[in-house]
């Protein structure tokens, strides 16, 4: 069955370290791979998206890789800081169009001062 | 970017009572939408598509009598939860796809009492 798994632990690190997050996935072969932040109570808000042919992408102290081969991604914030405390969630989109996403069930980030 | 904006944020409503949920593109058409389910430390469950001009796609286990939804215009849709029961309280969520990423509402927290 297709499953996609981010870490359900939180994630605590000190400021100014760098984070990373971890999306694995199986049985899917997707066209693309989005990251989303999401605050309690908010809807979640985009970040990144990196294609299949991609391997990494950049967005200021962001950075995403995309292994298809592993079948992974990883999501990178650097210099991080305690506004970057949200849940983050991995996307997967099948089709080269837009499609029905489907997400992981993202993973807590608290970063400490 | 792209706004989608949802309304209420926040609804309490008694059991029996029917609760209608607005999602609205500001500044950009949506033929298509997507409904999201949340439960706390959950992944975003799709509950249906809405296509503008015609019936909505729904989830396997969602009931379309229960959660009805209509896709009147290119900037609205509409969910209404029919006779609440306290196991519908959840968090519910709004996306607009546009330029190949989602853009959420900001989720409306309801609550059956």
């Known amino acids: 069955s297709q499953k996609i798994e981010q870490n359900s632990e939180a994630l605590n690190i000190q400021e100014g370290k760098t984070a990373t997050l971890t999306c694995n996935y199986t049985n899917y072969s997707p066209a693309y791979l989005q990251w989303y932040r999401q605050d309690p109570g908010r809807g979640p808000v985009f970040l990144l998206l990196i294609r299949e042919n991609e391997k990494e992408k950049r967005k200021e102290r962001l950075k995403v890789t995309f292994d298809t081969t592993l079948k992974q991604s990883l999501f990178h914030i650097t210099a991080s800081q305690p506004a970057d405390s949200a849940t983050y969630l991995c996307?997967?989109?099948?089709?080269?169009?837009?499609?029905?996403?489907?997400f992981g069930k993202g993973t807590m980030l608290l970063v400490s001062p | 970017g792209a706004v989608v904006s949802q309304h209420p944020s926040r609804v309490i409503c008694k059991s029996g009572t029917s609760v209608k949920i607005e999602c609205r593109s500001l500044d950009f058409q949506a033929t298509t939408m997507f409904w999201y389910r949340q439960f706390p430390k959950k992944s975003l469950m799709l509950m249906a598509t809405?296509?503008?001009?015609?019936?909505?796609?729904?989830e396997q286990g969602v009931e379309k009598d229960k959660f009805l939804i209509n896709h009147a215009s290119l900037t609205l849709s509409t969910l209404t939860v029919t006779s609440a029961h306290p196991e519908d309280s959840s968090f519910y969520i709004c996306?607009?796809?546009?330029?190949?990423?989602?853009?959420f509402g900001q989720g409306t927290r309801l609550t059956v009492v």
């Open positions: 809405s296509n503008e001009g015609s019936k909505a796609t729904y």
């Open positions: 996307a997967l989109g099948e089709n080269s169009g837009y499609s029905t996403l489907t």
């Open positions: 996306s607009a796809p546009g330029q190949g990423i989602a853009f």
